[in-house]
Nanobody
Framework: QVQLVESGGGLVQAGGSLRLSCVAS????????MGWFRQTPGKEREFVAA????????LYVDSVKGRFTIPRDNAKHTLYIRSNSLTPADTGVYYC???????????????????WGPGAQVTVAS
């Protein structure tokens, strides 16, 4: 079982960019499908993106397609989220999550992920 910690959150102006990192401790990071979720006050946590254990397959929610990417570095046990053209609607607490393989299927469902980080706040000012 891995443990996850996010970093890199903060305040950014609309139209700006931000990169978050999620470092996993423990063994076999490459045995996990990894995902990013976010939660805005008053709203349920929502899926943002997921990547396969190899990083070759990715899944994104429509609202971030073309603006966000989620590369992973298995050698460094690190998942990233690179976000561009940020808007205030992207504000929220961003969580990384891990899903043990198998199954290797990318999933937008929170219930499919067994391990979560504490979250990192991202605030986009208009």
């Amino acid at each position: 079982q891995v443990q996850l910690v996010e970093s890199g959150g903060g305040l950014v102006q609309a139209g700006g960019s931000l990169r978050l990192s999620c470092v996993a401790s423990g063994r076999n990071f490459s045995a996990y499908v990894m995902g990013w979720f976010r939660q805005t006050p008053g709203k349920e946590r929502e899926f943002v993106a997921a990547t396969s254990w190899s990083g070759y397959s990715e899944l994104y929610v429509d609202s971030v397609k073309g603006r966000f990417t989620i590369p992973r570095d298995n050698a460094k046990h690190t998942l990233y989220i690179r976000s561009n053209s940020l808007t205030p609607a992207d504000t929220g607490v961003y969580y990384c999550a891990a899903r043990r393989v198998p199954p290797a299927l990318l999933s937008p469902r929170q219930a499919d992920y067994s391990t979560w980080g504490p979250g990192a706040q991202v605030t986009v000012a208009s």
